[in-house]
């Protein structure tokens, strides 16, 4: 699983969700005229708002995560994970609501002894609903909101220079070497200073010497990022996506078609990545 696949949007719904796993220990009923040391039932304690509110909530928050960690999402019935996990934070907040008009009703812990008093809706039914709202919004607008979509956490800066020809350490999805420079620019070729024959001190070139630059229809692979979540289609000209590339993430450009980049993720599959504004090239 991949965090840096993780949005700020996810980033909201993880903070709801530990808002909701704490609220689930407070109070789930107010009574007025009881004497405070009576132990009222928490929301763990109601079969119905445990079931509807505490357990739907954070199961939705976790397909949320889980389906935008993963390199391919699954899919449930077709449907994939995650818009299960949106569904299920909106019936979270849907009932959380419900609850607060009328809180006896998920579980009659009182009798009828508690008729003349007034019961409410307790500390932890009203955090829960406010948890469940925030998690439903931010599940939804993430992918319309710009803001959300954006990366929870960066990509990290390429790591410093290697001798020419040496591997990049960290293995694949991390670029090796070399400064960040917006995708189309040209990049300067190491050079290689020269020492005398036969010994003696190594003299320090005066002017570094500038290696040729590749024709114009040459193509190098490079690693890049994208700022934000971006289709890649097919290579076949179609418009099918194949997969989505997750900001945080360092992919491979393999190819260059017109304006448009052949790439390859993490798992091997290639595509053409159609929209290369603002990508970060490392």
């Not at 829960?128 to 959300?148: K, S, Y």
């Not at 999805?173 to 620019?185: I, M, S």
């Not at 190098?220 to 418009?239: H, I, K, M, N, T």
């Amino acid at each position: 699983m991949n965090i840096r696949s993780l949005t700020r949007g996810d980033g909201v719904v993880i903070g709801a969700a530990v808002l909701l796993f704490i609220a689930s220990f407070l109070d789930n009923y107010s009574v007025d005229g009881f004497p405070d040391s009576l132990e009222l039932p928490n929301l763990w304690e109601s079969g119905p708002v445990l079931l509807s509110v505490v357990l739907a909530g954070l199961f939705g928050a976790a397909f949320i995560v889980i389906a935008r960690g993963l390199p391919q999402a699954p899919k449930i019935a077709g449907i994939d994970l995650g818009h299960f996990g949106i569904a299920f934070t909106v019936f979270a907040a849907w009932s959380a609501l419900g609850n607060i008009f009328d809180p006896v009703g998920g579980g009659d812990n009182f009798g009828s002894g508690s008729s003349g008093n007034s019961t409410d809706a307790g500390a932890g039914l009203i955090l829960a609903l406010i948890a469940t709202l925030i998690m439903a919004a931010a599940a939804i607008a993430t992918p319309l909101v710009p803001a959300l979509k954006a990366a929870l956490v960066g990509a990290p800066r390429p790591a410093a220079p290697q001798p020419y020809g040496a591997q990049p350490p960290g293995g694949y999805g991390y670029p090796g070497a070399g400064a960040q420079a917006p995708f189309g620019a040209s990049q300067p070729q190491p050079g290689q200073p020269g020492a005398p024959f036969g010994g003696g001190q190594p003299q320090q070139p005066q002017q570094a010497q500038a290696a040729p630059q590749p024709p114009a229809g040459d193509f190098s692979p490079f690693w890049f990022a994208v700022p934000v979540a971006r289709p890649l289609f097919a290579e076949d000209g179609s418009q099918s996506t194949i997969a989505e590339l997750a900001p945080g993430t360092w992919y491979l450009a393999v190819e260059q078609r017109g304006a448009n980049l052949v790439a390859q993720t993490q798992d091997g599959r290639r595509g053409v990545l159609q929209d290369t504004t603002g990508i970060q090239r490392g």
